[in-house]
């Protein structure tokens, strides 16, 4: 069973073909009302709006390219659900894959600051020989001679 979707079916185009690319185009497209849904199935006025103008530049003729194109360029970039890779757009891309290696090396740090402390506070420090003959006659007394 194939999940609802909000193409109404008065906007259905004759040629199965010239629909399926229109299906194709209306996943990619940014519903600009529902923000993070495509106009293939948002419900939004808008949304069928740009569905219908999708299938007028499919009827026209227009290429895929075309019709995202004039979207782009009547909407602007935000239209497109998935960004093009562009001068542009190159932070949005890099940004997460940046923050998750920031990260990972960030634990590694940690990991490696702890281990070093960890070894160093492990590692008995050396006794002087004051030290030594010191604690050799501490423990050589008697229990009773030494006080709490």
Known sequence: MQPALAVQPDEVMKNPAQEARARELSRELRCMVCQNQSIDDSEAPLA?????????????????????????????????????????????????????????????????????????????PELTPEEEARLAALIARPASDQAP
Not at 62 to 79: H, K, M, N, P, T
Not at 91 to 119: D, M, N, S, V
């Open 48 to 124: 069928r709006d740009l569905r219908l103008l999708v299938r007028e530049r499919i009827a026209a003729g227009d290429s895929d390219a075309q019709v995202i194109d004039f979207l782009v360029a009547r909407y602007g970039e935000y239209v497109l659900l998935k960004p093009r890779f562009e001068g542009q757009t190159l932070l949005l891309w890099l940004l997460t894959p940046l923050a998750l290696g920031l990260g990972a090396f960030g634990l590694w740090w940690q990991h490696r600051r702890r281990a070093r402390i960890a070894a160093r506070d492990a590692a008995a």
